[in-house]
Nanobody, 128 residues
Framework: QVQLVESGGGLVQAGGSLRLSCAAS????????MGWFRQAPGKEREFVAV???????????YYADSVKGRFTISRDNAKNTVYLQMNSLKPEDTAVYYC??????????????????WGQGTQVTVSS
């Protein structure tokens, strides 16, 4: 069983920044694929970013086109924590943000059904 707890959401003006954190339980956190998804009112939950173990100390990162160049995903394995640094925020980034853990090294990291555990979500609101 893996537990995920997000924090760091809030209200920010357009152009501002926020950093989300997701603290995870689990002995083998360093091998988990850790993703961020978001869900806006009336919309489907969509992929934002993922950081995936690629062997040794190496990790790969992938981003949705809508956030590429503005958001950065990172992780601190010593703290069992994954981060999402969000810069140049736009009103359309407003959503509940969820972190998720993939224990099976899925290649389809952009699909929410490929993730095994989810956090409770944290609200991000960007005002214009």
């Amino acid at each position: 069983q893996v537990q995920l707890v997000e924090s760091g959401g809030g209200l920010v003006q357009a152009g501002g920044s926020l950093r989300l954190s997701c603290a995870a339980s689990g002995r083998t956190f360093s091998t988990y694929g850790m993703g961020w998804f978001r869900q806006a009112p009336g919309k489907e939950r969509e992929f934002v970013a993922v950081i995936r173990w690629s062997g040794g100390d190496a990790y790969d990162t992938y981003y949705a086109d809508s956030v590429k160049g503005r958001f950065t995903i990172s992780r601190d394995n010593a703290k069992n924590t994954v981060y999402l640094q969000m810069n140049s925020l736009k009103p359309e980034d407003t959503a509940v943000y969820y972190c998720a853990a993939d224990l099976d090294y899925s290649l389809r990291y952009y699909l929410r059904n490929e993730y095994d555990y989810w956090g409770q979500g944290t609200q991000v609101t960007v005002s214009s």
